[in-house]
T-cell receptor, first 112, second 108 residues
Framework: DVKVTQSSRYLVKRTGEKVFLECVQD?????MFWYRQDPGLGLRLIYF???????EKGDIPEGYSVSREKKERFSLILESASTNQTSMYLCASYSGENYGYTFGSGTRLTVV | RKEVEQDPGPFNVPEGATVAFNCTYSNSASQSFFWYRQDCRKEPKLLMSVYSSGNEDGRFTAQLNRASQYISLLIRDSKLSDSATYLCVVGGYNKLIFGAGTRLAVHP
């Protein structure tokens, strides 16, 4: 089974801090994604990557950046955290057209 | 118009009931179709892929109507453990679009 690991389940950060969310997958997948999920809004795509050092903006990239230096690791960076970035962040890896995405267990970020 | 639309529910049903969820999508070029299940405060997990001919997995049946751009999920003999949010997912190559989900609550 594909395993997607997010480094933290819960994080509390202060406004203005730089925040790193890490995601690692163990199946050599090329395509990885970062979403945020908020009540009533569903899953919204922040950034995705098709390969090492490649990145594409999703629907809501403002305030975020990403890094993909190694194939297995896709990092989401909040350059200067703000309270409206309090959310559940989900990383996913693409498992092929019959299996869709495999998600990590999520990071619940609170910015105070 | 949203790319993937679902009735948000909640659907409140007794154990043993049959319940159906519907989903419509806007991009006629979509090639991949899935239903995901998400438990409260957990990550979404794949429930089943949806194929053009329709497919069944135990108590769950999924149907796809490409002409109407419509996907359905039927759950028979509902269990308490089926209580969750069900996400309709549609995509092309590599990139998937998620519906906002339909909440199901099964009660004794």
């Amino acid at each position: 089974d594909v395993k997607v690991t997010q480094s933290s389940r819960y994080l509390v950060k202060r406004t203005g801090e730089k925040v790193f969310l890490e995601c690692v997958q163990d199946m050599d997948h090329e395509n990885m994604f970062w979403y945020r999920q908020d009540p009533g809004l569903g899953l919204r795509l922040i950034y995705f990557s098709y390969d090492v050092k490649m990145k594409e903006k999703g629907d809501i990239p403002e305030g975020y950046s990403v890094s993909r230096e190694k194939k297995e690791r896709f990092s989401l960076i909040l350059e200067s955290a703000s309270t409206n970035q309090t959310s559940m962040y989900l990383c996913a890896s693409y498992s092929g057209e019959n299996y869709g995405y495999t998600f990590g267990s999520g990071t619940r970020l609170t910015v105070v | 118009r949203k790319e993937v639309e679902q009735d948000p529910g909640p659907f409140n049903v007794p154990e043993g009931a049959t319940v159906a969820f519907n989903c419509t999508y806007s991009n006629s070029a979509s090639q991949s179709f899935f239903w995901y299940r998400q438990d409260c405060r957990k990550e979404p997990k794949l429930l089943m892929s949806v194929y053009s001919s329709g497919n069944e997995d135990g108590r769950f049946t999924a149907q796809l109507n490409r002409a109407s751009q419509y996907i359905s999920l039927l759950i028979r003999d509902s269990k308490l453990s089926d209580s969750a949010t069900y996400l309709c997912v549609v995509g092309g190559y590599n990139k998937l679009i998620f519906g906002a989900g339909t909440r199901l609550a099964v009660h004794p």
